[in-house]
Nanobody
Framework: QLQLVESGGGLVQPGGSLRLSCTAS????????IAWFRQAPGKEREWVGC????????NVHDSLKGRFTISRDNAKGVVNLQMNILKREDTAIYYC??????????????????WGPGIQVTVSS
């Protein structure tokens, strides 16, 4: 079974930046579409964005465009979520997820097949 793990989370002040990374163990991440989700305390899980085979397929939620960017490096087996100009409302547990659906494009859905354990991002002064 594909296993995913997130890294790069932590505490940052408003206006700061963080880069989250998603990697896979046992099997290469290359064939999978990858999505990022987040969930704040007391709120439902929210779709952040996703990416298919290449950077050209990357897509993020309209409310996050201009601040969040998703990219992938298939040679390194890494998918990144670059988060800039962070706001307090960005505080959440962030998850990466993989799915065999898609290819040139990534599914904009909540039911991805494989999920990482999540990592905390806290934006606070």
């Amino acid at each position: 079974q594909l296993q995913l793990v997130e890294s790069g989370g932590g505490l940052v002040q408003p206006g700061g930046s963080l880069r989250l990374s998603c990697t896979a163990s046992r099997f290469t991440i290359d064939p999978y579409a990858i999505a990022w989700f987040r969930q704040a305390p007391g709120k439902e899980r929210e779709w952040v964005g996703c990416i298919g085979n290449s950077d050209e397929s990357a897509n993020v939620h309209d409310s996050l465009k201009g601040r969040f960017t998703i990219s992938r490096d298939n040679a390194k087996g890494v998918v990144n979520l670059q988060m800039n100009i962070l706001k307090r409302e960005d505080t959440a547990i962030y998850y990466c997820a993989a799915d065999r659906r898609g290819g040139s494009w990534c599914p904009v859905v909540l039911d991805y097949e494989y999920w990482g354990p999540g990592i905390q991002v806290t934006v606070s002064s």
